[in-house]
């Protein structure tokens, strides 16, 4: 069965620097969320997409923003890159905002020098 | 606020043991839903089990097995028998209008 596909796996990054996180939910799932898992922390809720449209937004700083495209691919956007923006992102998907389950795909480990 | 609870940070079992996860949780609504996932050391995060509040009939999967108990508020998870393959991190979640609360995680290490 088809998985979430995130690109890229990982990533280096210089502080200060702009990084694009790209998400490919699974076939005809319509809700997608971000979160962000810092070392040997629990995931953080970022933010979610329903039907292209921001459904809930959780503790996702400022200078990240994120969409949802007409094909339902999702991409995080971050900019102004700090040491702390360090950490595993997840995208999940699921149908049905709020009553489906939630599958993940692999993670992109980001590293800010 | 809702929270989940996974007062077990560590756990060392050898194999062929059994070893259960506890996993407390709050919230005011009435119905919502409860999940497990596993984080093996390459750091995927594997669904496991889904279950919704209205529904407390316990659940068995091969070796694994969950007992939900509303009057508790938890969701605690049995692995039987377990193997060196079950040594990972597992979270307990809850669902609050979609997005996931995750506990703490309690991380699992199964020695041969």
């Known amino acids: 069965a088809a998985g979430v596909i995130q690109s890229p796996r990982h990533l280096i990054k210089e502080k200060r620097e702009t990084a694009t996180l790209k998400c490919y939910p699974i076939?005809?799932?319509?809700?997608v969320y971000w979160y962000q898992q810092g070392p040997g922390q629990d995931p953080q809720f970022l933010i979610s997409f329903y039907e292209k449209m921001q459904s809930d937004k959780g503790s996702i700083p400022d200078r990240f923003s994120a969409q949802q495209f007409s094909d339902y691919h999702s991409e995080l956007n971050m900019s102004s890159l700090e040491l702390g923006d360090s950490a595993l992102y997840f995208c999940?998907?699921?149908?049905?905002?709020?009553?489906?389950?939630?599958?993940f795909g692999p993670g992109t480990r980001l590293l800010v020098l | 606020a809702q929270k989940v609870t996974q007062a077990q940070t560590e756990i060392s079992v050898v194999e062929k043991e059994d070893v259960t996860l506890d996993c407390v949780y709050e919230?005011?609504?009435?119905?919502?839903?409860l999940f497990w996932y596993k984080q093996p050391p390459s750091g995927e995060l594997v669904f496991l089990i889904r279950?919704?509040?209205?529904?407390?009939q316990n659940e068995i999967s091969g070796r694994y097995s969950w007992n939900f108990q509303k009057s508790t508020s938890s969701f605690n998870f049995t692995i039987t028998a377990s193997q060196v393959v079950d040594s990972a991190v597992y979270f307990c979640?809850?669902?609050?209008?979609?997005?996931?609360?995750f506990g703490q995680g309690t991380e699992l290490s199964v020695k041969p």
């Open positions: 919230t005011r609504d009435t119905t919502y839903y």
């Open positions: 076939p005809r799932h319509d809700t």
């Open positions: 979640a809850l669902s609050e209008g979609g997005k996931l609360i």
């Open positions: 999940a998907s699921s149908l049905i905002t709020g009553q489906e389950t939630q599958y």
């Open positions: 279950r919704n509040s209205f529904d407390e």
